[in-house]
């Protein structure tokens, strides 16, 4: 059973988003800057659409905190909508609301392809798509990073967990690049146009969304999100539903237009033979007192059979390019059933430096329920002490472990 549980609701043009998030520990220090400095995070990327000029995003906390300390209840966060003045009439809750003539004028009725829109509409019977679309659009996301934001709160607190990301490749450019390592990402920066590993592609990177942008098209790639000093011992074997790497991946999908999931050097390590997919196992060095072992590399991310290693867990999303495209796609007027170019909403030619931010979110999520699941405990000076407890029982392990 999960320890760590969150929800979200709202609409990309409604009011706002709420983010609800259970099982945070009481005693946990609110980083309010951490916070800031993550939907601001979000928000930035070259190629981005005019909604991140309209927005800044900002967390209220209604609940959950006092003091500025978590007090083991709910963690309840509200994220304002900006643009919602300028749809109030379109996307009003209310009974009396909406103006008729402007819901119609915003109807969507040629569906995207690529996008929840004809899935949705099927699904939930809806003859307005924006019914679908509004959920579906990666405004929500912003939900998501603010409760990540407190899973990394609660990470660093456990043995320094950090998190950080980056992307990898944009359209061609870099594909054919190997995951990166944790240096890699330290070296980086993060503040630059497209947050890319390699600086030496980026140019080529804003030239090709620039291209894409003239020509009314979208660009996808891959971002890497590396997670440092996790613990060994975290998900489970022993069912399929407990196993790490499961977890992450679904986790990680989720992010929109994610379309598949890499931990570690999966793809490399299934075009090969085995002799050269594996992590050989060392002994550790003198100066190494956190381990009795090593790693000569870390193909495997992290995680071997469902369970962390001790190494940088290391995770991979693949992106397709947005589904919204100004010049439109081959689709259907649904009231005519003709056919038709999909319909335009305002979108952003590539969002990837957004999506590592979204998905460092997810990583540190599964990671603190992990870490909350294996060590117990209500408050965090007891997680602290279980910590502790356990990382002392695995350095003395083998010597004295219990054969039961």
């Not at 790639?221 to 997670?227: D, K, L, R």
Request: no cysteine; aromatic share 4%.
């Amino acid at each position: 059973m999960r320890r760590l549980r969150l929800t979200t609701g709202g609409e990309s043009h409604g009011p706002g988003h709420t983010a609800t998030l259970l099982g945070l520990p009481a005693g946990l220090a609110v980083d309010a800057a951490l916070l800031a400095r993550d939907l601001a995070r979000r928000q930035h990327g070259f190629g981005r659409g005019r909604r991140m000029q309209i927005e800044t995003d900002a967390a209220e906390i209604r609940g959950g905190v006092r003091g500025g300390v978590t007090l083991g209840s709910p963690l309840v966060l509200w994220i304002a909508n900006r643009d919602y003045a300028n749809w109030e009439k379109v996307m009003g809750p209310g009974g009396g609301d909406l103006d008729p003539r402007l819901v119609e004028l915003r109807r969507l009725k040629a569906p995207r392809p690529g996008h929840a829109d004809l899935a949705g509409g099927l699904k939930y019977l809806r003859r307005d798509l924006r019914d679908v679309l509004e959920r579906a659009s990666a405004r929500e996301t912003a939900a998501r990073v603010a409760a990540g934001a407190f899973a990394k709160m609660l990470l660093a607190e456990l043995g320094g967990i950090e998190l950080r990301s980056g992307v990898r490749s944009l359209g061609p450019i870099g594909a054919d690049a190997p995951p990166p390592t944790w240096d890699d990402l330290l070296r980086m920066d993060d503040g630059s146009p497209l947050r890319a590993v390699d600086p030496a592609l980026e140019p080529e990177m804003v030239r090709l969304v620039e291209r894409a942008g003239d020509d009314g098209d979208t660009l996808g790639g891959a971002v890497t999100v590396i997670a440092h000093r996790v613990p060994a011992g975290l998900g489970s074997h022993t069912h399929w539903d407990e196993k790490l790497d499961g977890l992450l991946a679904q986790a990680v999908m989720s992010v929109p237009a994610v379309k598949a999931v890499e931990i570690g050097a999966a793809l490399a390590a299934s075009r090969g033979f085995g002799s050269a997919a594996h992590d050989p196992i060392l002994p550790a060095t003198a100066e190494d007192a956190a381990s009795r072992f090593t790693r000569a590399s870390n193909r495997a991310g992290g995680v071997e059979g469902g369970i962390t290693n001790g190494e940088d867990v290391v995770v991979t999303a693949y992106k397709k390019p947005i589904a919204t495209l100004r010049k439109g796609l081959p689709s259907v007027d649904l009231d005519t059933l003709t056919p038709h170019a999909s319909q335009y909403e305002r979108s952003d030619v590539t969002a990837l430096p957004a999506a590592g931010v979204i998905a460092e979110a997810m990583v540190a999520l599964v990671l603190a329920d992990a870490l909350l699941e294996k060590l117990g405990g209500d408050s965090l000076p007891e997680l602290k002490a279980h910590f502790a407890a356990t990382l002392a029982q695995q350095r003395a392990w083998p010597a004295e472990a219990h054969q039961g």
